[in-house]
């Protein structure tokens, strides 16, 4: 009885050990945890300041960055033109013309065709620009303008400010309601429409849907495509139009 007695006095001693333990370490556990807390916060509140000095100086580079532009798209299957507008989404147009004169686009595969949904593009055919514009990212903005039938937009993970040079185009009204995707909700601003030339980005290719792997694509570019996924309509070259070429592109039948 004496030994039982003295094992169950050990046991509660134990116990108590261990809970003037925890209760010594708790406040340290405590104090660590917020100040990991404040270090993350932080360290995105770095992140934020330093994209928005970029933003900045993105909009700064350009004079004419509040002007409304136009792109040509001439592709393997035909030529689209897509205005854009920097009232719409200021950041998101002056990266797309940024991108467009570096020549992002050239070359690059339409690797996600989704009938009556979205054409997606952007990821440059060259790994090694791929990498370079992958850490190129935008801050997001309001949505000011529908993801109706025609518009372009940004394409960007659930991330925030995720939005470097993939963009889409509606080839719906993709605002719902359900069982239709409202991109509306889902935060993805529009910068810009296509003016003509539709039928051609509707025309694209479609056989492969969704199946090309954007991470391959990233790292081994058209490489990868070409291999997997050969018959992939793509842009011959995209091109920042005159005022004089863009209104003769809107008034084309």
Known sequence: MFMKRLA???TIAVFIGIVVVVNKFEPRRVAEQRL?????????MQEIEELEEQQTALLAGDPESAEIFSVQFDCSNGTFVVECYPEWSPLGAAQFKVAVKAGVYNEARFFRVLPDFIVQFGIPGNPEVAAEWEIKTILDEPVKQSN???MVTFA???APNSRTTQIFINLGDNIGPPPKPNLDASGFSPFGKVISGMEVAEAINAEYA???VQDMIQTRGNAYLKENFPNLDYI???TVLSAEESEAAGQAP
């Open 8 to 10: 169950t006095i050990g």
């Open 210 to 212: 969704e199946r090309p």
């Open 236 to 238: 011959i070259r995209a």
């Open 148 to 150: 109706t039938k025609g």
């Open 36 to 44: 990991n807390q404040e270090e993350d916060v932080s360290e995105l």
């Open 156 to 158: 960007k993970s659930s």
